[in-house]
């Protein structure tokens, strides 16, 4: 019952087609111990999965401003001098909006949403980690040795890729395990955002170039692997079905696709187009919200954070950008990590104010009343707060709300949410971009 994800399959492929005799319920000790061994599994599960898609996001100012010349890869200035572009606008835009990155960062991962729940659960869980972790490394290494834009934003699908493979496969594995470690991924995902922003910021502020930064970081590819393979225990009971079919349940191995249906809660491979509709269709008033939330935050995130420059700081263009950057991850971690002190039941609020403030800053953007780029900071942290609520509450809502039989597509289908929004925000704000850099 305590032996780790990978030893799981292990057991599988060593005793396939036999009897295993039942086992007694392992002493409370045990439990406890396994209860926080996976709670800290998840963790860093959600931390090392979103770290790249993050570092990448804060990275974009500098692909896109800095085309590095061969044979000096090593000495590239954290915050090169601007080069012309856009002279005539106010604004001091690049050439191509951060919204490029952006969408490079999420169409793989929205393709993979939408076709996950069709048929991802096929391929064994253990595969689809061992190919997240290793696009995760990859896309560090390609976009630090790259010489252009192109090469650079190759390395960013590469990160989608990992980013959206890994959320999938993960959000669909709480689904074995007790509902509270949805609430320690989700933290997890929020540490992400934070660490990897903040990494990526002071690693570039104290002289390190973004490639030694980028190279700096593929120990979080490891520690994703390591975290699956030896952190994860077996899960415990779900149980409402008897003692006797949990305890069973929970022997089965779970890495494997060919485990008997009774070892999932939701038997999700057996599930009915009809069926899936269903309950695609019960999901849509978690869904939408979520699609709202990002769709916003996003637009500010990656079609308006370049375009909030302020002249009047010590703070140079690619810092300040930087800056909002991890401002809006630290509302991310606080309210992603709040579950435990406050459960929102209803996320169109949360749509609602994070419109608001799209509104708000788009105002600023066309007007330029905000007379210090410190009330822009208190606006970026209070959008990272609505964003990390609205993600957490909405798989914690599904989670309560949804069977057993159907939680794991349920995960699945519904991750898609914020991925949808983001990438509609990244296709609205490319030519918004244009627009706005020909204003003078």
């Known amino acids: 019952m305590s032996g780790s994800a990978g030893s799981r399959q292990r057991r599988l492929s060593d005793s396939e087609g036999e009897e295993t005799a039942p086992e007694s319920r392992p002493p409370l000790r045990d439990r406890q111990g396994a209860h926080w061994k996976n709670a800290m599994g998840f963790w860093l599960l959600g931390l090392c999965n979103n770290f790249s898609y993050v ?3 804060s990275a974009a100012h500098d692909i896109l401003r800095h085309q590095r010349a061969p044979g000096n890869q090593s000495l590239v200035d954290p915050d090169p001098l601007p080069t012309p572009h856009s002279n005539s606008s106010r604004f001091d835009c690049n050439s191509v909006s951060t919204a490029a990155v952006l969408l490079a960062d999420i169409l793989p991962t929205l393709i993979i949403k939408l076709l996950a729940p069709l048929g991802l659960h096929l391929l064994p869980y253990s595969p689809r980690v061992l190919i997240s972790g290793g696009c995760a490394a990859g896309s560090f290494i390609l976009v630090a040795f790259s010489h252009s834009v192109v090469t ?28 509270a470690v949805i609430s320690w991924w989700s933290s997890g995902t929020g540490g992400a955002g934070l660490l990897g922003a903040l990494s990526y910021l002071g690693l570039t502020q104290a002289g390190l170039s973004p490639q030694h930064t980028l190279l700096s970081m593929l120990g979080i590819p490891a520690l994703l692997l390591a975290s699956y393979f030896f952190l994860l225990t077996s899960p415990e009971p779900q149980d409402p079905g008897g003692e006797e079919e949990a305890e069973r349940a929970a022997r089965q191995p779970l890495m494997s696709s060919e485990a008997p249906e009774e070892s999932k809660p939701d038997a999700s491979s057996t599930l009915s187009l009809q069926e899936r509709w269903t309950v695609f269709k019960g999901l849509l008033c978690y869904i939408i919200p979520l699609v709202l939330v990002y769709f916003a935050e996003y637009f500010i995130n990656q079609g308006l954070f370049e375009l909030l420059f302020f ?32 459960h929102i039941r209803f996320t169109w609020a949360l749509a609602l104010l994070q419109c608001l403030n799209l509104a708000f800053l788009l105002a600023d953007v066309v007007l330029s009343f905000l007379p210090s780029i410190y009330f822009v900071f208190l606006i970026i942290l209070y959008e990272g707060f609505l964003g990390g609520a609205a993600y957490v509450n909405t798989f914690h809502n599904i989670a309560l709300e949804t069977s057993d ?11 898609v949410s914020d991925t949808l929004g983001i990438s ?17």
């Open 405 to 415: 039989r159907h939680r794991e597509f349920a995960m699945a289908a519904a991750c």
């Open 424 to 440: 509609l925000s990244g296709l609205v704000v490319l030519p918004l971009h244009n627009f706005l850099c020909q204003l003078s």
């Open 55 to 57: 570092v990448m996001l």
């Open 152 to 179: 650079s934003l190759c390395g960013v699908v590469l990160a989608s890729v990992s980013s959206g493979l890994g959320e999938v496969t993960f959000l669909s594995l709480t689904a074995f395990y007790p509902r």
């Open 311 to 342: 002249r009047n700081t010590s703070l140079s263009h690619a810092q300040q950008y930087r800056w909002y950057q991890m401002l809006y991850q630290a509302g991310v971690f606080v309210s992603r990590s709040s579950l435990r002190c406050c």
